[in-house]
């Protein structure tokens, strides 16, 4: 199994200190986060504990949980890995048959403890917990009209912006406060919420992030990914909604839609790169996925080689599809260090590549005197292809064919991805071409969108509607974009907002 936990660009967060991540880690799009929640057990702390260490390739840099009990809402969250943040007994201190908990992945520079999650809030009126994976596109407009109301704000987290709405909301039923909140959010969102009585889930009205719901028992869990229900012993039931919302009580399971859906728009990241090959994600394998992916590569872009590569771990199931399809036998060429701590920049480029070297190491044996297909599931700035590339090269390859399981990898996402700008994006402002020499491989090729559509089993007329969002790739974004237009126009406030 190819888990994401210890993938090179998601790198350990234990011994985190002051510094700039390094080139390599910056090489790559992160997923912000992941999110579990269960109500009505015994054990709901230990499981949410369980479910978060699977769900730890979603974030690697804080983690939290908060239950609740008959004595009211508990809550612990620290920056580093799940079994770090809860060592020495801290589980067990989180009472009750109810919790939530987060993982995270922050932009470079923020991770803080304040925007550790899930954020907690008292009120006369209730307890609340939010955990959250997404990213609001409309939060810093919400947030100066709720500071001007009188929020105070403890972080820069957008999550914190969906606290400050639900607990203002003059409805008084939660179920009513959460609908009104999430009507008035934009963008990319999948929620669990905890209140002294129950649980609440929430997916945005396109669907951009994954949230499945299981059982355990008589008990129900709400997951980013299916790959914690697994660890925690859970049955699969199905996938949210789209513009649905959830409440789990003593009365089981009720399901409400609160807005109207048009158009479903996942986003295709989580099956090429992000998701577990493990999970299943709105009716896909993603193991399956990637291998039909690579596949495709093979028929519709081949490469003379002698053996077929992947990039450890997300392109390992690509490269196998690529592998079976081309009839080119399949070979572990590179091999990762799972047990790296995260580096930093150091003051020269020598011990800037010493660093690389650590995280991942050719197979000279393997490659020497060979000509390599190497696969890998996107390339974001270039920097990271290059030095694989380069390592082969150092390793006796005598000929690099770089395949990417993906379409190139143009625009940012507005949406829980922590991607760079469009001019720091190698395919926003470089041919195929000019990318090939500059990552100084001998052939690149990428998937297109459409075989990329056809991956997932959609072609011909229905190319026009798939429920995907490719905007990473076309530039064509599934909603209005109020936070970004107002930076472009110079309108923006100033400071530092965080995507979670």
Same mark, same amino acid.
């Given at each position: ?20 991540? #390094? ?43 908060? #239950? ?19 060592? %020495? ?36 009126? *209730? ?8 990213? +609001?596109?409309?939060? *810093?407009?919400? *947030? ?61 009205? +396109? ?57 479903? %728009? ?12 493990? #999970?299943?994600?709105?009716?896909? @394998? ?28 997300? #392109? ?70 290059? %030095? ?14 770089? *395949? ?5 990898? %143009? @625009? ?34 990428? +998937? ?53």
């Amino acid at each position: 199994m190819e888990s994401r936990l210890d993938s090179m660009e998601q790198v350990c967060a234990r011994g985190v200190a002051e510094g700039e991540a #390094s080139e390599w880690e910056a090489d790559r799009p992160k997923e912000e986060c992941g999110v579990f929640g269960i109500f009505g057990h015994l054990r709901a702390a230990e499981l949410t504990y369980y479910a978060l260490i699977a769900l730890q390739h979603r974030g690697q840099e804080a983690a939290g949980i908060a #239950s609740i009990s008959e004595t009211g809402m508990h809550s612990h969250k620290a920056l580093g890995l799940v079994a770090d943040v809860f060592s %020495r007994g801290r589980v067990e201190e989180l009472m009750g048959s109810a919790a939530a908990g987060h993982v995270r992945y922050s932009t470079a520079g923020e991770n803080t403890v304040q925007n550790a999650q899930p954020i907690t809030v008292s009120t006369h009126r *209730r307890h609340l917990a939010i955990a959250h994976n997404g990213n +609001l596109v409309n939060a *810093r407009r919400l *947030r100066i009209m709720l500071e001007e109301r009188g929020s105070l704000f403890q972080s820069t987290s957008d999550t914190e912006v969906i606290a400050h709405l639900i607990a203002k909301s003059a409805e008084q039923d939660i179920l009513d406060a959460v609908r009104d909140a999430v009507t008035r959010i934009q963008g990319g969102f999948a929620l669990v919420i905890l209140t002294d009585d129950r649980l609440i889930a929430v997916r945005d009205p +396109l669907g951009l992030r994954p949230l499945v719901v299981g059982r355990v028992g008589e008990s129900y869990c709400v997951a980013s990914e299916t790959c914690a229900f697994e660890t925690v012993g859970a049955q699969f039931v199905r996938d949210v909604r789209p513009g649905e919302m959830l409440s789990i009580d003593r009365d089981g399971l009720a399901s409400y839609a609160y807005a109207n859906v048009q158009r479903k %728009r996942m986003c295709t990241f989580e099956h090429i790169y992000f998701a577990r090959p493990d #999970s299943d994600i709105d009716g896909w @394998n993603v193991h399956s996925l990637r291998k039909r992916l690579g596949a495709l590569l093979a028929e519709n872009h081949p490469a003379l080689g002698d053996i077929v590569i992947g990039v450890p771990d997300s #392109s390992i199931s690509a490269a196998s599809g690529y592998a079976e399809r081309s009839g080119v036998p399949f070979e572990m060429g590179l091999v990762k260090n799972k047990y790296i701590a995260r580096t930093f920049i150091q003051p020269s480029q020598e011990l800037r590549d010493s660093g690389v070297r650590m995280k991942l190491n050719a197979v000279r044996s393997v490659v020497d005197g060979r000509r390599v297909v190497l696969i890998d599931d996107s390339i974001v700035r270039g920097t990271t292809s290059r %030095r694989i590339v380069q390592l082969l090269r150092d390793a006796g390859a005598t000929e690099v064919h770089l *395949r990417i399981s993906s379409p190139p990898y %143009r @625009n940012p996402c507005h949406y829980g991805i922590d991607t760079a700008s469009k001019k720091q994006l190698i395919a926003g402002t470089h041919t195929i071409d000019e990318i090939c020499r500059e990552v100084e491989a001998d052939s690149l090729e990428f +998937l297109t969108v459409e075989e990329l559509m056809q991956g997932f089993g959609y072609d011909g007329p229905e190319l026009d509607a798939v429920p995907f969002c490719n905007a990473c790739f076309t530039g064509d974004y599934p909603t209005l974009l109020p936070d970004a237009e107002a930076d472009r126009a110079g309108t923006g406030e100033t400071g530092t907002f965080v995507s979670l």
